[in-house]
């Protein structure tokens, strides 16, 4: 939960002001030998910056504990070193972890806006053992992303007086406008210091009314010879594995099914100006290389989001971000290729990406659920965004996506902007309009056979051979179909209290099948607010919050979908723990009683819903994180359409058993009463224990299991009484670099359910993986 956290805290905590003189980092001819240590002479020369300030919990409070950075660049790299000071050093916390992991540790870190224009951060942070971390934040959309992986150098030492860390930045890997004599960019340095609490020290003053951090990071100038050169990586990867699959059902066993591959791929990474980057890939290997994390979709109507872990699409992926989800690059599974062009000049910026997929996933929405359909046929995917910055405040921007397969085609385009009129206040907008043809193949999917054609409407909605449901209603029309969406919002945000409102409408025929956009047919309105307690240092708590909002949708014919109130009140207290209450009431329509019809009114059940929650966390000492979330409320049972009892509790434990060896467990227990009696009981466990060698190489050993049993009396349609899932996954793994790296590993899966008498494997897989980046 640290991670969540120190998002927080990064966009709450900025320096106050531009600094009238921007500050000047010296250009020494030489490179550093990294290796954690501050002997070589050059380092002497470098620029010394002071971080001494802590900037949150508290404001511009001075730090119980010293840094010192140093700071000076050759043309081609940007060098770093931190002296960090600590008159505890055995309480330092550091562990040996993959890269991106080692959110609770003692971290320092640089933050780089490079064309110094308040929208964009590179964020780079490394643990005293060196464990690298790196993000790109994005003001426009207060979204921080960690999928984006540089190449950079690092190395730490933990010493008697604290810890030195040294990086080296290569000033290809960021963009920047190296036209001019003299570059300014924006930077800031930070340490993060875990104890009791965990404090933000900067090497600036922040003003906590300014809710833009960036806005306020102080200039630096000087980068007289510095370039980006050609910019040129070619990475090119090699995937070898072997699949088995077989039936396991009763009714049709079968023996096991191999299947092997080799698979040889290209990644081409070209700077083609130092503001336009082109990335190509051929015949990419875009499987998963670990498991995704565990999520529990009993008694859920709408689809799962998972985020993006493939660097083809994370690479600057920020450049294609607005408010909404518009584009999610997981509907693109399996490409053969792909193409994507990222650029900033001076106050334009744009992207574009195109790619194949050997089949289409679709998500279908509803305004009371949602579900994919999954064609056989390869298609065609387009996206592109530009953004005009008329000021550091004011930015204009639209987006275009286009997917097609056969006779499906979806194509979307919106227009956004972000006015930023103080910097206690933002006003967003956001317009949309799409047009999509369903194809006689996705009916086919939605109606469970080929019953229902496009020419046989009327009939099908009479009920004329035709399995309803809502998602055969929003596809079954021989005709294109379009329509619209908008969103406006506005915020005031302020260090002690912050108010917003916002509305968004979507039209029953809009889409975004390139996007994750899971529901259509409503509009939302929504307002709500918080209040802020800052606690004293001396105190034994740092920070209360009371929240809550009110909201209420309608469909377009203006029948209520929901209202909803919700309140929380959290508090952060001793030993780095958190603890939250969350309350909320809710009018929510049903199901439809009869599926042939998208009415609400006279066709659903308004159920009342009622939650309350407990979230509780803590990190009492290095290397332990534990959290407790018990939420009990009365929800619908969405199998049956009534009311029912729910209790859901789920437990974290994340323990270093040692510097190198770390065990997370997460589990979920879920249960539901409902007409009386029992309906389900689910429990999903999910365990990983990994052993870290080095911060380049880990063996980590997974277990997902999932147990789910139902009472088939209490259901009124068929169910299994008992399903069992079982999967394992064993990953050994080895990185120079982000891309430089060798995978070794074997998953496998198996089920059981009422025609299984024992769980069974049905599917086993051995895979290598190893990708080269050459930079050129």
Same mark, same amino acid.
């Given at each position: ?70 700071? %000076?660049?050759? =043309? ?20 040996? $972890? ?57 190395? =730490? ?10 990086? !080296? ?52 100038? =000087? #980068? ?37 591959? *080799? ?39 709408? !689809? ?34 792909? !193409? ?21 996933? *679709? ?13 056989? =046929? ?59 043809? +369903? ?63 916002? +509305? ?7 889409? !975004?099948?390139?996007? #994750? ?25 740092? $920070? ?70 407990? +979230? ?76 870290? #060698? ?5 063996? $980590? ?6 147990? *789910?049993? $139902? ?20 990953? %050994? ?17 198996? %089920? ?25």
């Amino acid at each position: 939960m640290f991670k969540t956290s120190l998002i927080a805290c990064l966009l709450l905590a900025s320096p106050v002001v531009f600094s009238a003189n921007p500050m000047s980092i010296p250009f020494i001819d030489t490179s550093a030998n990294i290796d954690g240590q501050l002997s070589e002479p050059h380092w002497q020369q470098a620029k010394k910056i002071s971080v001494d300030n802590i900037t949150w919990p508290y404001e511009n409070q001075p730090s119980p504990e010293k840094m010192n950075v140093y700071v %000076y660049e050759n =043309g081609e790299m940007l060098y770093v070193a931190f002296e960090a000071f600590d008159s505890e050093p055995d309480k330092i916390r550091a562990f040996y $972890r993959d890269r991106d992991k080692a959110w609770d540790d003692d971290l320092i870190g640089l933050k780089i806006d490079s064309f110094n224009n308040q929208k964009l951060a590179y964020q780079f942070f490394i643990n005293p053992l060196g464990v690298q971390m790196d993000s790109i934040e994005n003001e426009l959309t207060k979204q921080e992303s960690d999928a984006w992986d540089g190449i950079w150098e690092s190395a =730490g030492q933990i010493n008697d007086k604290g810890f030195i860390v040294e990086i !080296a930045l290569p000033f290809r890997m960021l963009n920047f406008d190296d036209k001019l004599p003299i570059k300014t960019m924006a930077m800031e340095f930070v340490r993060f210091l875990p104890r009791n609490e965990r404090l933000r020290i900067s090497s600036m003053k922040i003003d906590h009314n300014n809710n833009c951090w960036i806005c306020q990071m102080p200039q630096v100038s =000087g #980068f007289e010879k510095t370039k980006q050169g050609n910019n040129l990586t070619l990475v090119p990867a090699l995937v070898m594995g072997k699949s088995q699959q077989r039936n396991i059902s009763r009714s049709a066993p079968s023996d096991w099914q191999s299947e092997s591959n *080799i698979e040889p791929s290209l990644d081409v990474k070209w700077g083609i100006t130092p503001d336009i980057t082109l990335n190509t890939t051929i015949n990419p290997d875009f499987s998963q290389v670990e498991a995704d994390a565990a999520q529990l979709s009993i008694n859920d109507n709408f !689809a799962l989001f998972y985020p993006e872990k493939r660097a083809f699409f994370s690479d600057n992926a920020d450049y294609f971000a607005s408010s909404w989800d518009l584009i999610y690059t997981r509907n693109v599974a399996e490409p053969e290729y792909g !193409a994507k062009i990222t650029g900033n000049l001076e106050q334009h910026n744009f992207a574009a990406f195109v790619a194949n997929d050997k089949q289409t996933n *679709i998500i279908i929405p509803g305004n009371l659920g949602s579900t994919i359909v999954s064609l056989d =046929g390869k298609s065609e995917n387009l996206a592109m965004r530009y953004r005009y910055d008329v000021s550091n405040n004011l930015s204009f921007a639209s987006t275009a996506t286009s997917r097609s397969s056969g006779d499906y085609s979806s194509r979307l385009m919106s227009l956004d902007s972000k006015y930023r009129l103080t910097d206690s206040d933002t006003f967003k907008v956001q317009v949309a309009h799409s047009r999509t043809q +369903y194809s006689q193949e996705i009916i086919n999917q939605l109606c469970n056979g080929d019953d229902c054609q496009t020419n046989q409407v009327t009939s099908c909605q009479s009920g004329h051979d035709c399995q309803f449901n809502e998602f055969v209603l929003r596809v079954l029309n021989p005709e294109p179909i379009s329509d619209q969406a908008y969103y406006l919002s506005y915020e005031h945000n302020e260090k002690h209290w912050m108010a917003f409102s916002n +509305y968004s409408n979507f039209g029953a025929d809009f889409r !975004a099948d390139l996007g #994750f956009m899971g529901q259509i047919d409503f509009n939302k309105f929504v307002t709500g607010g918080r209040y802020r307690w800052y606690g004293e240092q001396q105190d034994w708590w740092s $920070r209360m919050e009371f929240y809550s909002d009110w909201d209420i949708s309608h469909n377009d014919n203006n029948e209520l979908l929901e209202k909803e109130f919700e309140a929380s009140f959290s508090l952060n207290g001793p030993l780095q723990s958190y603890f939250e209450l969350y309350v909320m009431q809710r009018d929510r329509a049903g199901l439809r009683h009869d599926k042939s019809s998208l009415l609400i009114d006279g066709n659903t059940t308004l159920f009342n819903e009622d939650s309350v929650s407990l +979230y509780a966390e803590i990190k009492p000492m290095a290397g332990l994180f534990s959290s407790l979330k018990i939420s009990t409320d009365h929800a619908i049972d969405l199998t049956n359409n009534r009311l029912g009892q729910r209790l859901r509790i789920v437990p974290v434990a994340n323990v270093n058993l040692t510097r190198h060896l770390e065990l997370k467990l997460r589990h979920t227990y879920e249960k539901m009463d409902s007409g009386s009696a029992s309906l389900f009981t689910a429990n999903l466990t999910d365990a990983r224990l990994t052993y870290q #060698f080095d911060i380049k190489s880990f063996l $980590r050993l997974a277990f997902i299991y999932t147990d *789910i049993e $139902r009472n088939p009396d209490n259901y009124l349609i068929p169910v299994d009484k008992h399903y069992q899932q079982f999967s394992t996954q064993l990953l %050994y793994s080895y990185k120079v670099n982000p891309q430089t790296v060798f995978f070794a590993g074997y998953s496998d899966n198996g %089920y059981k359910d009422d025609d299984i008498e024992h769980l069974k494997r049905n599917e086993r897989a051995v895979f290598v993986k190893l990708s080269y980046a050459w930079l050129l």
